[in-house]
C-alpha cells in the first residue's frame, strides 16, 4: 500500500517452528536496513522476508531385561549431550526447533551388564546412516527424525550341585557350550558364568 514520507522498519513476529534468517529490502540498487528505513516520496521499497523450516529430533531408549540410565554424546548445532533414565522399558529425548544439518547421536557407554543391541532411525528421505554406536542424521528442513537405540541386559547361568550323601569327595564335570572349558563342582558347589547374551544354550552333566 501507500505511505507517507518518513522513517519506517520492519520486523517479523516470532512463529513456532520457524527461523527468521533475513529480512532484504531494496529500493532499486539500493539496500535499506529493515529496522530504520527513510522512505522519500515517491519511492518504492520491495522488503523479501527469508524464513527456514525447523527440525525435531527424537531419540527413543528401549531397555530390554530392566531399566537403567543412558548416556549420549552428540555433535551438531541444537544438540548437548544426554541421559536417559528408562522406567518399564522405555524412554526419549525430543530436541525441537534444529536447524537443518548433519547432527550425530552416539551412545557413549553402556552400563555394566548391558550391551548396544542395534540402532534404528526413521527419516523421510532415508538419509541417516548408523555405524556401530552412533547414529549420523541427516536433517533436512522442516524434518522429523526418530532413531531408536535397543539396550540389552545380559543374563547369566548358574549351576548348584547337591548330592546325597551331602558329605563326599566325588567332583562331578560338565560340558557346556557357554564356557572356554569343562566346568567341575564337587558337592555343594556353585558356578556362575560371565554376562551371556539372551538365547538358548545347554549344559550336560559328563
Do not use: H, R
Not at 531385561?65 to 518399564?88: A, M, Y
Amino acid at each position: 500500500g501507500f505511505i507517507e514520507p518518513g522513517t519506517y522498519s520492519l520486523s517479523e513476529s516470532e512463529v513456532a517452528g520457524w527461523q527468521l534468517d533475513e529480512i532484504s529490502c531494496i529500493n532499486g540498487y539500493f539496500n535499506y536496513n529493515p529496522d530504520s528505513m527513510s522512505v522519500a516520496a515517491g519511492d518504492v521499497i520491495i522488503c523479501t522476508v527469508y524464513n527456514t523450516k525447523l527440525g525435531t529430533l527424537i531419540i527413543e531408549k528401549v531397555a530390554q531385561g530392566g531399566d537403567n540410565e543412558f548416556f549420549f554424546n552428540t555433535t551438531g548445532s541444537g544438540l548437548p549431550n544426554f541421559g536417559i533414565t528408562t522406567v518399564d522399558g522405555l524412554g526419549s529425548q525430543t530436541y525441537s526447533n534444529l536447524l537443518p544439518g548433519t547432527k550425530t547421536v552416539m551412545e557413549s557407554s553402556q552400563p555394566e551388564g548391558w550391551f548396544l543391541d542395534g540402532i534404528v532411525c526413521e527419516d523421510p528421505d532415508g538419509g541417516t546412516l548408523i555405524s556401530d554406536s552412533t547414529a549420523t542424521v541427516d536433517l533436512d528442513i522442516g524434518e522429523t527424525v526418530t532413531c531408536t537405540f535397543t539396550d540389552v541386559k545380559y543374563g547369566s547361568i548358574t549351576f548348584d550341585k547337591v548330592t546325597n550323601p551331602v558329605e563326599t569327595e566325588q567332583t562331578f564335570e560338565f560340558d557346556t557350550d557357554f564356557t572356554e572349558g569343562n566346568v567341575e563342582l564337587g558337592s555343594g558347589g556353585t558356578f556362575t558364568s560371565d554376562p551371556l547374551e539372551p538365547g538358548s544354550y545347554e549344559a550336560t552333566e559328563l
